[in-house]
């Protein structure tokens, strides 16, 4: 992962204490330096793309950057930032008799068939449901994928599909450089447990790059502790507090091909693929280019308190924003608020990266502390 050393003393104090988690914590925050929203590429994706013009998305220049050493760590500005906070939206806990699927075929993704997924699982829900409820359990013990939100505003057919994480997706694979070779979707960062394809969500048209815009939904995954220790990465709370273990979106767009996923698409944050409260030009193709940071707490946690990811920016109780994220080391979760339809994972990194990181901020709260 890219190392910034500069951090803000908020955020070494995690280091030392830890919270209840029953109350969401909101961990140190990233600047934005840009203003306003733009959901659609500045570009042609058949013309520049992995595979084409790999140099364009090598050039942090061209993207939403959260990694310049020489900017102060990002505050909330109400008149700056007010898009950030253009999207909330309050849960509604009605699941209306649903239940999550057990889901029973899984399909193997062999070496690297990143397309292959089991049966299809569905949700019929009508104009006056909530997507509330939904979700699957794969039987892999507490490994699971819920989804909470609100009503549908219309008849929606919502699929499901799973499928293993490949060979090309598992520690071993992964790039040691901390570059994306387009050798595996994964760049650095292997994968924990299944995958789950959502689909049937949308409420617009597809964009150019292939994403769906959906209503804002909570959507956490549940992973067993044998599946994280597989990723040889550090403790799941060094993991969250570095920005190294969250919900993972299979941006399919990054080769040039929406409709196929190869070796050239990437793994990367699920908050990246959301519509509202981004910046112009988001980064879509770094694990870590989000805005904001982890709150180290239960998803419900996070519904009934008034945190969000970004410092100075509040919420209401019971309410979502999109672009929060976060996750429980004791619950084995994590999860985030999105607008999109996608493939979704939990997604660590080899102790390798988040140690280098883990030690600089330790580092520099010492060093804070001391002055």
């Not at 090598?58 to 906070?85: K, M, Q, R």
């Not at 993972?248 to 929406?258: H, R």
Request: glycine share 10%; aromatic share 10%; proline share 3%.
């Amino acid at each position: 992962m890219t190392v910034t050393p500069k951090v803000s003393l908020p955020v070494l104090a995690l280091l030392f204490v830890w919270s209840d988690l029953s109350s969401a914590t909101i961990l140190p925050t990233i600047r934005e330096a840009s203003e306003g929203i733009r959901t659609e590429a500045d570009f042609d994706w058949d013309a520049t793309n992995m595979i084409n013009n790999k140099n364009y998305f090598d050039n942090n220049s061209n993207f939403f950057d959260h990694h310049d050493v020489n900017d102060s760590d990002y505050i909330f500005d109400s008149v700056a930032h007010d898009f950030l906070s253009a999207k909330k939206m309050f849960l509604n806990a009605e699941k209306n008799g649903k239940t999550r699927k057990f889901i029973n075929s899984i399909r193997s993704a062999g070496h690297d068939d990143y397309n292959l997924f089991g049966d299809i699982f569905s949700y019929s829900l009508d104009a006056n449901d909530t997507v509330t409820g939904m979700g699957g359990e794969t039987g892999n013990l507490n490994e699971k994928f819920e989804i909470y939100g609100g009503a549908t505003g219309g008849v929606m057919n919502v699929t499901m599909q799973f499928r293993t994480k490949s060979e090309k997706e598992q520690y071993g694979h992964h790039d040691h450089h901390g570059h994306h070779s387009n050798d595996s979707v994964i760049g650095h960062s292997p994968l924990v447990g299944n995958i789950m394809r959502l689909h049937g969500m949308g409420i617009q048209d597809a964009s150019t790059d292939g994403r769906i815009k959906t209503n804002p939904f909570a959507l956490e995954a549940t992973y067993t502790q044998e599946d994280f220790d597989a990723t040889f990465s550090l403790t799941e709370f060094e993991e969250l507090i570095n920005g190294c273990l969250f919900l993972g979106w299979l941006n399919t767009s990054l080769d040039g091909n929406i409709n196929l996923v190869t070796n050239a698409d990437r793994w990367v944050h699920a908050v990246q693929g959301n519509f509202d409260n981004m910046p112009n030009n988001p980064n879509r193709h770094d694990e870590h280019g989000v805005i904001g940071n982890a709150i180290v707490g239960s998803l419900q946690g996070y519904i009934d308190g008034t945190s969000t990811s970004i410092q100075g920016l509040t919420k209401a109780q019971g309410e979502i924003r999109v672009g929060d994220h976060g996750g429980d080391p004791n619950g084995n979760t994590v999860w985030a608020i999105i607008d999109h339809n996608s493939d979704f994972v939990v997604v660590p990194e080899p102790s390798t990266y988040a140690l280098i990181g883990g030690v600089i901020s330790l580092a520099t709260v010492l060093l804070r502390r001391r002055k």
